[in-house]
């Protein structure tokens, strides 16, 4: 079988550390392997997958010993960070940059862009602005761009962490059906959702990589449910404080939004619903839903009708009210930071800060630069500030994206402790696991309309 | 999609920008604006209701020419007159090249630079993605202005926190532009096979979308500058025409 990649006693250091990112890593690739690599945030899966896409050292400067020979003839690539790769002004050149740059004849481009388009449920998009779309829809043009190019190894970082689970299902369907997609090495936390299309599996660990069967390689990433939360030992200090269900700390009353001009062509309309004091309210839908609109709006970030938003029960309200009773965690929890050590984020008495710091797990970083924490570290502090500053409601967008199993399930947990503080928690989410987790109330935004899922028994 | 090359179009504004900047008279001036609308619309003037608020707000410059001009004439005689003539040519001068902006998408601009005037791709879609990063940093601003809007409350946000707002916006911008440079990268921006025409380097890359430059825009620019022509022959020949330049 013919190799396209062999890596023999690699490690590899970047230039601005001391400490090699992966080392001592023996690791082959061949025809018709499809790779999963699974592992905790921070470990060193996406460097790997640069070493092996071939960007490391020409694109991403680091150190490499030992031998790495690369032998496929093209290669395509996902990266993180959709928004960020986009070139081209519309979502069809987008998907016909790679192909133009191999200066394929046109109608052979048009035809291959157009069926890429329909299968990933892009066609109605084409002519669209890519950074006009959503999140989600953004990251369907990433992965159409590269599965469009058809190359003989597709590498892929954290591919569906925008999608919801509809759409991570169709997109792992049509790699498992085409037979052009038969060679893959893929990053993602969702591992169970790669079960049937890989056929190996890599652990990796502090920068080590060692093949495992899958149910190794999940056997710490179980999806999570409530009844998992109830049956796992809690990292949080449990004290006697219960959660006591407050009144009401916002209703939203049938709220609608447009993003076009003459409010045509509704995103979504008489979206209702209330969250008490101590409880969470999970907000689920697809991609491009309007779940992030709703927070917006909630907190005035978008124009907001006449007693569409309630809060406390006062339905007239000064902007300043708003920013003294909510708080945003973007789904980019760097946005928030503001400082330049983690003590001085939560700009309150250094005993109060050091004992909001130990209850969310962050003691002993208090001098360190937020940017320099792991993906679950700044969402944590960033619940850790809102606790801080005395919010009653706080509103997380996304909040699972990029984290890893255990980022995930310690999240989980410091959610009760905010919810024990009285705060009412918003959370828009495509995780189900994560909503069934943590939702007292789960609703369900689709075609414009909120339908209620769950909800928590009084 | 532009109906005419954005080249072309750029020489028939400059065509049209060449005789207002020598008409001193407040005939001559007015000509050339109505041309000028009339071509922008051929050569399909986007939001028209748009571009004309935009000129509004640019005309205070041309208005303000004319006050300097009241209060400290540089000749005495005819001020009023003068006056118009000034204010007229400037807001021809703003209407031409305010109005180029509302014909032509500023991606097509670089495309017409990579197919008609050989642009290396490296450079021309560099260009693509730093006018791509814009709605970023400005979505980056409000992101993080709500962030210390939420933060602060009711307080004052200290000068310290605003700089470092400031830092961290660069340094998400130019995250955005090292992505968009790996992007590019991985998708073979540079591995384009390349011909050599003499000294010339020709980039053997295909493109679904054209901005060639075809006959109508040739035909485009012999309209404009006959057009251009026959308008300062009437306004001569009329006695309209002062020239005078600055």
């Not at chain 1, 066609?123 to 006009?132: E, Q």
């Not at chain 1, 190996?200 to 056997?219: A, N, Q, S």
């Not at chain 2, 300097?68 to 007229?88: D, G, W």
Request: glycine share 6%; with cysteine; charged share 20%.
């Amino acid at each position: 079988m013919h190799e396209f990649v062999r890596l023999q006693n690699c490690t590899i250091t970047y230039r601005t550390s001391k400490r090699p990112i992966v080392s001592n890593i023996d690791f082959s690739l061949k025809k018709g392997d499809r790779v999963l690599i699974g592992g905790a945030s921070g470990t060193g899966k996406s460097t790997l997958l640069a070493l092996l896409a071939g960007l490391i050292p020409e694109y991403i400067p680091a150190r490499i010993t030992g031998t790495v020979s690369i032998a496929y003839a093209s290669r395509a690539l996902v990266m993180q960070n959709p928004e960020a790769q986009i070139v081209t002004p519309s979502v069809f050149e987008e998907l016909a940059f790679a192909l133009e740059n191999k200066n394929i004849p046109e109608l052979q481009i048009v035809q291959k862009v157009e069926a890429i388009l329909k299968l990933a449920g892009l066609y109605d998009k084409r002519d669209s602005h890519p950074l006009s779309l959503s999140g989600g829809e953004c990251q369907r043009v990433s992965l159409a761009s590269a599965l469009a190019q058809e190359a003989d190894v597709l590498f892929m970082d954290e591919p569906l962490s925008y999608l919801d689970e509809t759409s991570s299902s169709s997109l792992v369907a049509l790699l498992e059906q085409d037979e052009r997609y038969d060679t893959a090495v893929i990053v993602e936390h969702r591992l169970e959702l790669f079960k049937d299309y890989c056929n190996r599996f890599f652990k990796v660990t502090d920068g080590t990589i060692e093949e495992c069967k899958f149910d190794e390689l999940i056997k710490n990433h179980c999806v999570f449910s409530a009844q998992w939360f109830s049956q796992k030992d809690s990292h949080v200090a449990k004290d006697d404080k219960k959660t006591i269900i407050g009144e009401p700390v916002l209703s939203v009353v049938n709220m609608s939004h447009s993003y076009s001009k003459n409010n045509k062509n509704l995103l979504f309309s008489d979206v209702s619903f209330t969250v008490d004091a101590g409880t969470t309210v999970v907000i689920m839908g697809a991609s491009g839903s309007g779940k992030t609109t709703i927070l917006k709006k909630i907190a005035h970030i978008l124009t907001v009708g006449i007693n569409e938003v309630v809060l406390h029960g006062k339905t007239k309200y000064s902007m300043q009210y708003v920013r003294e009773t909510c708080f945003i965690v973007p789904q980019n929890p760097e946005h928030m930071f503001i400082a330049d050590t983690v003590l001085n984020e939560l700009a309150v008495s250094s005993d109060k800060a050091l004992e909001y710091l130990n209850q969310f797990g962050l003691g002993g970083m208090e001098r360190r630069h937020p940017f320099s924490l792991s993906e679950g570290e700044k969402r944590r502090l960033n619940l850790c500030v809102a606790l801080a500053l005395e919010r009653k409601l706080i509103m997380l967008d996304e909040p699972t994206y990029g984290l890893d199993y255990e980022s995930t399930r310690l999240l989980i947990e410091y959610f009760e402790l905010l919810k024990q503080n009285g705060a009412a928690i918003l959370v828009v989410t495509h995780d189900r696991g994560f909503a069934e987790a943590i939702g007292d109330t789960i609703l369900v935004l689709e075609q414009g309309k909120l339908q209620t899922m769950r909800h928590m028994a009084i | 999609m532009n109906k005419f090359n954005p080249i072309a179009v750029l020489i028939c504004s400059v065509i049209l920008l060449i005789p207002l900047l020598i008409t001193f008279d407040p005939i001559t001036p007015l000509l050339y604006i109505v041309f000028a609308i009339l071509m922008y619309s051929i050569a399909g003037l986007k939001n028209p209701l748009q571009y004309g608020k935009t000129v509004l707000v640019f005309s205070l410059l041309a208005l303000s020419l004319v006050v300097i001009n009241i209060i400290a004439p540089n000749v005495q005689q005819k001020i009023l007159e003068r006056s118009l003539a000034i204010y007229l040519r400037s807001l021809g001068l703003i209407m031409v090249s305010i109005g180029y902006f509302y014909v032509i998408s500023p991606y097509d601009v670089v495309y017409a630079l990579m197919q008609t005037a050989g642009l290396s791709p490296r450079i021309g879609f560099s260009l693509f993605a730093g006018w791509n990063t814009v709605p970023l940093f400005i979505r980056d601003m409000n992101t993080l202005k709500a962030a210390l809007a939420f933060r602060y409350g009711r307080k004052k946000i200290p000068f310290r926190t605003r700089l470092f707002g400031a830092i961290i916006l660069l340094s998400h911008a130019v995250r955005h532009g090292e992505r968009a440079s790996l992007s590019m990268a991985v998708r073979g921006i540079d591995s384009i096979p390349v011909k050599k025409v003499g000294s010339r380097k020709q980039y053997l890359r295909s493109s679904v979308k054209k901005v060639y430059w075809t006959f109508k825009d040739t035909i485009l620019c012999i309209a404009v500058a006959i057009g251009s022509i026959l308008l300062l022959l009437i306004s001569i020949q009329l006695g309209w025409f002062k020239f005078e330049l600055g």
